[in-house]
């Protein structure tokens, strides 16, 4: 559980660092490059899949715009994030003709359940809540999209980015207020995961200023870890 948490936020903070404009998107794998680190993943390869997830972060930045217009944006890249995750996760090339149209599917999935959920029962989608299902037809929720039976928390996370690199970052680089407000916000220490509005009413603060924090913290710890890398 806890690697699947540091690997959401992870995600997370690169896709801020794009969307804020402190970096440019990377170019998308060629054909050749894609099908290279596809193999290299279905091997073991778990820095061929951060590169599969990163190479589509693009994808996630798509798909939000769409429905950004009406919703909280940081809430949809969130969600969309879970279903990039899930999509490179569950990929199978003997299954599924082209990547990229099935990883979109996938963060339009979350999106869009995630929105009904909304609606529906005015509560957001937790770490332990029913995601949706994989390609077999079985429920999955975040602990399930990260391998289980890996030895290493450095062999799920990212080598650039890990739980202890994000740790540190974390307390070097936000204020006890935002440190608060982050592990609340993404349910880290075990801590639940609460919303934005939750956090506001318990802070005595407006939900849009809780929005605005999140994303400063989110922007201090990619251009930190982005500098010590």
């Known amino acids: 559980m806890l ?27 060629t054909p050749e490059e ?7 993943y279905a091997n073991g390869d778990m820095k061929a899949r951060d590169v599969l997830i990163e190479r589509n972060l693009r994808l996630v930045a798509h798909i939000a715009k769409k429905y950004s217009e009406e919703n909280n944006s940081e809430d949809i890249i969130s969600i969309g994030t879970i279903g990039l ?26 999106v869009l359940m995630y929105l009904r959920s909304t609606r529906k029962q005015k509560a ?5 809540d029913t995601l949706g299902t994989d390609t077999d037809g079985n429920a999955m ?5 990260l391998p289980s039976d890996e030895p290493d928390i450095a ?4 080598s650039s980015l890990d739980a202890k690199e994000l740790y540190s970052a974390m307390a070097s680089e936000l204020s006890p207020t935002e440190h608060a407000i982050m592990v609340r916000r993404y349910g880290l220490g075990g801590k ?8 506001a009413d318990a802070l005595g603060i407006s939900r849009s200023y809780v929005s605005r924090i999140e994303k400063k913290c989110l922007i201090k710890l990619s251009q930190k870890l982005k500098s010590d890398n």
């Open 34 to 40: 894609e099908a290279e680190y596809i193999e290299r």
């Open 3 to 29: 690697e699947a948490v540091y690997e959401w936020l992870r995600t997370v903070i690169l896709m801020v660092g794009y969307v804020s404009g402190s970096a440019a998107f990377p170019k998308p794998l």
């Open 141 to 145: 929720t975040l602990a399930d999209i």
């Open 192 to 199: 639940k995961r609460l919303t934005q509005q939750q956090i």
């Open 155 to 158: 062999d799920i996370i990212s």
């Open 124 to 128: 957001e989608v937790y770490i332990d």
């Open 85 to 110: 995750i899930k999509g490179i996760n569950t990929f199978s090339p003997d299954k599924n003709k082209k990547l990229s149209s099935y990883v979109s599917r996938c963060i339009e999935n979350e």
